[in-house]
């Protein structure tokens, strides 16, 4: 079965950076477009970026573009978020996502937790 | 920018029926997704292509999208059905995806 693992999370200063992987399993991660969406405590869910199978297509959402980058290793089955430039606002849990290939995200990883230190 | 609407709060008897919208101008025209998300869990898929289930997804779940507004509904409403529903579209011409700001249905 589809399986995504994260982890790397942790406590972290603002203005640090930290990155996080997701490991996948069950299905055939090189041709499978993926996504990362975060979660702040008590809120909803926002999209944070993309990557496609090959990584030839990507994108950011306007909150953290230019500061964060999505890349991945096929052979390792692994997907990363390198977050660089962290605020408080960033606080959040991250989600690792398989797209269905129609724009939905049909499996989710359990989580990883990002917060801050003063 | 693009937003999705959708009301904070429904609830319901067990038994009944559970209807969530999800408002964005033009919504018909393209695809939405719905994801169910019980505390402390990552959200799971229940609505695909704006009325298709995945599979294990029960049938008292479907789903449909017309005009302005999409909709999520939930028949012989369960105890375990109470969580937050997010809907979520794709903007296929700036790729960026887009979710609702989510939905507590509470089963009373």
């Known amino acids: 079965q589809v399986q995504l693992v994260e982890s790397g999370g942790g406590v972290v200063q603002p203005g640090r950076s930290l990155r996080l992987s997701c490991a996948a399993s069950g299905f055939t991660f090189p041709i499978s477009t993926m996504h990362w969406v975060r979660q702040p405590p008590g809120k909803g869910l926002e999209w944070v970026g993309f990557?496609?199978?090959?990584?030839?297509?990507?994108n950011y959402a306007d909150s953290v573009k230019g500061r964060f980058s999505i890349s991945r290793d096929n052979s390792k089955s692994t997907l990363y978020l390198e977050m660089n430039s962290l605020t408080i606002e960033d606080t959040a849990v991250y989600y690792c996502a398989r797209d269905r290939g129609d724009g939905s995200f049909d499996s989710w990883g359990q989580g990883t937790q990002v917060t801050f230190s003063s | 920018s693009y937003v999705l609407t959708q009301p904070p709060s429904v609830s319901v008897a067990p038994g009944k029926t559970a209807t969530m919208t999800c408002v964005g101008t033009?919504?018909?025209?393209?695809?939405v997704h719905w994801y169910q998300q019980k505390p402390g869990q990552a959200p799971v898929q229940v609505i695909y292509?704006?009325?298709d289930r995945p599979s294990g997804i029960p049938e008292r779940f479907s789903g449909s999208n017309s005009g302005n507004t999409a909709a999520l509904t939930i028949n012989r409403v369960e105890a375990g059905d109470e969580a937050d529903y997010y809907c979520q579209v794709w903007d296929r011409v700036i790729d960026h995806w887009l979710f609702g700001g989510g939905t507590k249905l509470t089963v009373l």
């Open positions: 990557i496609s199978s090959d990584e030839s297509n990507y």
């Open positions: 292509s704006s009325s």
């Open positions: 033009n919504i018909g025209s393209g695809s």
